[in-house]
């Protein structure tokens, strides 16, 4: 897991490692970004370089990033940070904190910008800790989400509510977030087209002798172990039928990692118990996805974000209609795409092909407008740094609004109805090296025993309360 706070530099060390530039003014803006998974890492780091430079990939002349993750079940390993690729922040300078111990630093290291790339509860939670700090200069807030929208989609904006930017990844999210603001009353104003921060890479390219397919798979999508098990075989039997094909299963984590959602039945495990073992042209694979569309001539999902990265690079791209269209599934998003099929059609050698007023709306951008995607953003993001005073955080949910449903999202994070830490929820930072190795290996166990749970004991007793 990444470094502990005991050996890990402080932020201000963070910033001073970052590279200066002959752009770099006297005064860089100081950026923190706080994530709770790997996917969410990627989206957010990436969205403090667009914000700030406009470049993801590359450190920002204008700004010092640091990066820390909100500790929890999905705090990604080394392994994750190392593949989700090249965001512009040393891996090896991350480092894990607690809710309070967050708040804690952006109230000594003045922070111009903060990025919330975290669930939606952590972000209301976050909101309310920093509005409880009172600071004479409070930073600009930003969030939004790492992907597509298809569910809770009123929970998780009202979450959100309260950030002086809401990112939507396209005009169509837009749309939808600020009707659902105004519908309760809320102010909208926050809300901001954007897209995707990490979309990008060649145009799909065909090679004569180069033919391979990718299934996208996802971590919770579909659920059940049959659903997952008929996705693997039909993939292994398309491998079969063309035998010359290379077919790869796009995995997103190593079995006992965690990602933005719970993974209880690993491919990995469902492949090793497939009935006649696994053809020679198929392969499980790992890595950035951007360096596996590199070489995807199909990228087949039931509804993974890696579509939209797909479509940007105009490679060929089907969503399984298999198992139905449904919400739960996430494949409604994909209604009116022109991209909805079926095996049955793909083993027959069918390719979709996307409605071009459809993708119009999604922010996939393949049309050569993504450089100017995060002009208003960053428009807007410049001006509220331009501000002598920005105005207190307000969001939507207050205990006066939610008296019901609040207190318990900040009790997880161990905060207080007011926002402020619960009694012991800040740990001292003079607990010396082997407290720290104590607290260390405590969470490490206990997050061993979450996974093992979710993994292991979770499925044996839905089976046998299915009996």
Not at 77 to 82: D, E, S
Not at 130 to 143: G, H, W
Not at 277 to 282: C, D, V
Request: proline share 7%; net charge neutral; aromatic share 4%.
């Amino acid at each position: 897991m990444p470094p502990s706070n005991s050996n890990s530099p402080s932020p201000a060390e963070l910033e001073s490692a970052a590279p200066e530039s002959a752009d770099t003014p006297s005064r860089a803006l100081r950026v923190a970004v706080l994530a709770d998974s790997d996917t969410r890492w990627k989206w957010g780091a990436l969205t403090a370089h667009r914000l700030t430079s406009g470049d993801g990939r590359a450190h920002a002349p204008r700004a010092r990033i640091s990066g820390l993750l909100l500790r929890g079940r999905a705090t990604p390993t080394p392994r994750q940070l190392a593949e989700v690729g090249d965001v512009g922040i040393d891996t090896g300078r991350v480092r894990e904190v607690t809710a309070v111990e967050f708040l804690h630093t952006v109230r000594d290291e003045g922070y111009d910008l903060v990025v919330l790339a975290l669930v939606g509860g952590a972000v209301q939670a976050m909101l309310h800790g920093l509005a409880a700090l009172r600071l004479p200069a409070r930073p600009v807030v930003v969030t939004g989400y790492v992907g597509v929208v298809y569910e809770k989609l009123a929970d998780g904006l009202l979450l959100r509510h309260g950030a002086d930017v809401v990112l939507a990844n396209s005009r169509h999210d837009a749309e939808r977030f600020r009707a659902v603001y105004e519908g309760v009353g809320a102010d909208a104003s926050a809300v901001t087209e954007a897209a995707l921060p990490f979309l990008g890479g060649a145009p799909h390219t065909p090679e004569q002798d180069r033919d391979t397919v990718v299934f996208a798979a996802q971590p919770s999508v579909p659920a059940s172990r049959a659903d997952r098990t008929y996705l693997l075989r039909r993939l292994v039997e398309h491998a079969r039928l063309h035998p010359r094909r290379e077919v790869l299963l796009k995995l997103r984590s190593k079995p006992g990692e965690h990602t933005t959602h719970i993974e209880e039945l690993p491919y990995q495990r469902l492949a090793e118990r497939l009935p006649g073992g696994l053809p020679p042209n198929f392969r499980l694979v790992y890595g950035h996805m951007g360096e596996v569309l590199d070489r995807t001539d199909l990228l087949v999902t039931v509804s993974s974000t890696a579509a939209l990265e797909s479509l940007h690079r105009r490679i060929p791209t089907a969503v399984l209609t298999d198992l139905g269209v449904r919400e739960t599934l996430g494949n409604h998003h994909f209604i009116g795409s022109g991209l909805l099929t079926s095996w049955d059609h793909l083993d027959g050698g069918a390719h979709p092909e996307p409605d071009a007023d459809w993708l119009a709306g999604q922010g996939v951008a393949a049309d050569g407008t993504y450089d100017t995607a995060y002009d208003s953003a960053r428009a807007k993001v410049t001006a509220l740094l331009a501000q002598d005073r920005l105005p207190d955080l307000a969001p939507y949910y207050t205990p006066a609004t939610a008296p019901g449903y609040l207190p318990g999202i900040l009790a997880r994070h161990h905060l207080a109805a007011d926002g402020h830490p619960l009694p012991g929820a800040a740990a001292p930072k003079e607990t010396g090296r082997v407290r720290g190795a104590v607290r260390e290996a405590v969470r490490d166990a206990a997050r061993g025993a979450y996974r093992h749970g979710v993994q292991r004991v979770a499925p044996v007793i839905r089976r046998m309360g299915e009996l």
